[in-house]
């Protein structure tokens, strides 16, 4: 029992030591796919939500509704939010909005479910709401395969993800 105990700390030792600067921390993210807030082509919720989605994870603010929340006020918002993006499922791009009280560097990455980045968008943004819209393909500008994909962002020291649902062909769900 005493080497199983050593063995582990000495475990969380090594891991304490490891740098992956300039990475999104993948450990907070690692709960696995478990479904999309649904939504239409004006960002209205239209079907389940998944509430583990299109929220901020870490940091001061933890905004835990999906939604529009801050994000329709026209003045500068008082604190970080995220709205679901839309439409979801898609063929092809999303949009999704965040509020920030402050100037912002982001960094979003859409992955699949070995965490393998497809794309990689990075740039700033000022204070206010930003509407992000992005297309889902691959590096080579390729569309995606049918699938639900994670798309993970960081904005300063917030950061969290939600989880889209590529449908080349898509069907009416509801």
Request: aromatic share 14%; proline share 5%.
């Amino acid at each position: 029992m005493r080497i199983v105990l050593a063995s582990v700390a000495l475990f969380i030792l090594f891991l304490s030591g490891c740098s992956n600067e300039g990475q999104i921390d993948l450990t907070i993210y690692n709960k696995g796919f478990q479904g999309i807030t649904y939504t239409d082509a004006e960002g209205n919720i239209i079907g389940p939500v998944d509430y583990d989605d299109w929220r901020l994870g870490y940091g001061k603010y933890i905004v835990e509704s999906p939604g529009k929340g801050a994000l329709a006020a026209k003045i500068l918002p008082e604190h970080f939010d995220v709205a679901a993006a839309y439409p979801n499922p898609t063929s092809s791009t999303i949009t999704f909005s965040v509020a920030a009280p402050i100037y912002i560097e982001y960094r979003i990455q859409i992955v699949n479910d070995d965490y393998y980045i497809f794309k990689e968008y990075t740039g700033v943004s000022e204070a206010g709401v930003t509407e992000y819209v992005i297309e889902l393909r691959d590096k080579n500008d390729d569309p995606l395969p049918d699938g639900i994909y994670r798309v993970l962002y960081q904005f300063n020291e917030f950061g969290g993800y939600g989880d889209v649902w590529v449908m080349n062909n898509p069907v009416d769900i509801f």
